[in-house]
């Protein structure tokens, strides 16, 4: 069942809020024949959008792969998760095309087309017969579009990753990616923005200048809220006042957004039947009382995460992020004078975290040239607040 506030997993139906300007530059993008690169942080939307983007191609005629590179370590998984991709199409032409191809290489897709095993005798396939494998998986657009002339999209998902299992992976991919005109247009999805933008800016790098940006940013807050009351209207639920502060507070984050509503209307959920899942004291909470002990909730559900960020960051970066979250500019003199930190440590820490994208992101607003800085995760930024408290 889907939940009516769904967190855990990309958003497969018709539910994303708003996000209509992505869908639409990637729209044109297709039509255009133009290679777009996505970046966001972490748990920012940027598979539903794509999900969203490929039911809508898909419905006028185009053929949808979305290959998910996440975690890959070799180029034979690297072909796996390419051959898994064209299977889930359900076309007869396609799965013989990668059976064929699989008996002449020496693997076979798993019956529920979820994986790929290569045969006892090629446990560890050649390096040649993997790279060949990796040729032709990545021409199948081409081979089709000579059978049939529907253009097919590939959205290469966890893009990062794949440039982690093998560094000339890029090129290899660009090697065949660019002859093909017409029969592909190509998504690479990546939630490591610095290392996005570094593999397509830098002239060094084989994909440089290959397509076109799309940096997702937070969701708009009144969007947000309509949405979100139009859903608990529908579900024949009341969140009284403790919504828009909610809203507020998960300042636009897709997946911290759909956390606390969800949260919320589980508590709402059980009080129907005499429950609650919250501490008894605030069994009946409404408002603002009600948002602050949603909002506990969500942090003790994601309290080890926040942790684990933590603890694997340097002491300058921590120095500026208590900082911020504390509300102090963090390289200024208050921020240097309380970490023990020179100014240009906490600097170049500030440097180093706006570059990776994860955590913090600037802020520019007609009024302040140079902006302000805030936490990507406002989960996080409030557990930084309260670190080493209860
Ligand atoms: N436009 C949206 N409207 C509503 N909820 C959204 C939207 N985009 C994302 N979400 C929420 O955020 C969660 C994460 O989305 P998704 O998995 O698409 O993000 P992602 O950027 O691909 O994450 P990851 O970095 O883990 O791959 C979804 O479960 C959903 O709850
Ligand atoms: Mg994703």
Request: aromatic content about 6%; proline content about 5%; some cysteine.
């Amino acid at each position: 069942m889907q939940r009516p506030f769904p967190f855990e997993t990309p958003i497969t139906g018709d539910s994303l809020i708003d996000r209509r300007a992505e869908l639409h530059q990637l729209h044109l993008a297709a039509v255009d024949g133009a290679h777009v690169r996505v970046a966001g942080p972490r748990r920012y939307g940027k598979t539903s959008l794509l999900l969203a983007h490929e039911r809508s191609l898909s419905d006028t005629g185009w053929r949808t792969v979305h290959v998910d590179f996440y975690g890959v370590t070799s180029l034979a998984e690297v072909c796996a998760r390419i051959a898994t991709a064209y299977t889930r199409l359900k076309e007869h032409r396609v799965r013989s095309y990668v059976d064929a191809l699989g008996s002449r290489l020496g693997f076979s897709l798993t019956t529920a087309g979820v994986g790929v095993t290569f045969g006892p005798q090629q446990a560890q396939p050649s390096q040649d017969a993997t790279l060949t494998a990796a040729a032709e998986l990545l021409d199948l657009p081409l081979r089709l579009f000579e059978r049939d002339r529907r253009h097919t999209l590939v959205v290469f998902d966890e893009f990062q990753d794949l440039v982690s299992a093998g560094s000339t992976l890029d090129g290899l991919l660009r090697s065949h990616v660019q002859y093909h005109g017409d029969a592909a247009t190509y998504i690479y999805a990546g939630s490591q923005p610095s290392l996005m933008r570094k593999l397509f800016t830098d002239r060094e790098r084989p994909l440089y200048g290959q397509a076109e940006p799309l940096e997702l940013g937070p969701l708009p807050l009144d969007e947000v809220l309509v949405d979100l009351s139009e859903r608990f209207v529908a579900l024949d639920a009341d969140p009284g006042d403790a919504l828009n502060p909610l809203v507020t507070i998960a300042a636009g984050h897709p997946q911290r957004t759909m956390l606390l509503a969800h949260l919320l209307h589980r508590e709402l959920t059980m009080r129907q039947s005499g429950w609650t899942t919250l501490p008894e004291q605030q069994a009946d909470a409404d408002g603002l009382v009600l948002a602050d002990a949603i909002v506990d909730l969500a942090l003790n559900q994601t309290r080890e995460a926040h942790q684990g960020i933590w603890d694997s960051l340097s002491s300058g970066k921590k120095a500026v992020l208590a900082a911020l979250a504390d509300g102090i500019r963090p390289t200024g003199t208050r921020a240097t004078e309380r970490a023990g930190i020179t100014r240009a440590a906490l600097q170049s820490a500030l440097r180093e975290l706006a570059r990776e994208g994860q955590h913090v992101s600037r802020i520019t607003t007609g009024t302040t040239a140079s902006g302000y800085w805030r936490f990507t995760d406002p989960l996080f930024a409030l557990w930084v607040t309260r670190r080493g408290r209860a």
